[in-house]
């Protein structure tokens, strides 16, 4: 797999539609090919959590796909990726993908990666989490994959909404080591700061 490959970037109907958004913004910026996939779900919390459009979503993306459209190439294993990150990941979509119930490309798609060994990282996005989640995240974490729930990080001192999500997505894209330079990364003097 060569550095050119391209990325998919899944949106399902969990909320936080805007950590989809902005990690195609930042890839578009970073000059990286995507290959974008929602669900109807998705764009239906568009609907409800922004002011943008699913065309608008679409735009960001260099090459987007039907969520129905099985016969994508990322459908196909043979089809060289980078991986593929799902921002949001709904419990929905999590549960698919770690029984093998591929009913739509998106859950299609992360299973070709967990079966090929790529990287596949969930942006779980759910809480409380009952135990049959949890069960799901495990089962997945055994096939190979990455839970990376968007928790953020207090210690960056994020002062936007803008600049917690960065630094969040940052952190998903260290997965596939691509620096987006939206992270503010631990060091001794974050470390030793004193109070005060």
Known sequence: MTCSAPLIIGISGASGAIYGIRLLEILRGLDIETHLVMSRAAEIALIHETDLKAADVRALATIVYAPGDIAAP??????????????????????EIATGTTSTLLSRAADVMLKER???????????????????????????????????AFYARPDTLTSMIDHTLGRVLDQFDIESGTVRRWDRALATRTMP
């Open 74 to 95: 990322i459908a196909s294993g043979s089809f060289k990726t980078r991986g593929m990150i799902i921002a949001p990941c709904s419990i929905r979509s999590a549960s």
């Open 118 to 152: 790529r990287r596949l990282v969930l942006m779980v996005r759910e809480t409380p989490l009952h135990a049959g989640h949890l069960k799901t995240l495990l089962a997945l974490a055994e096939l190979g994959a990455i839970i990376a729930p968007p928790v953020p």
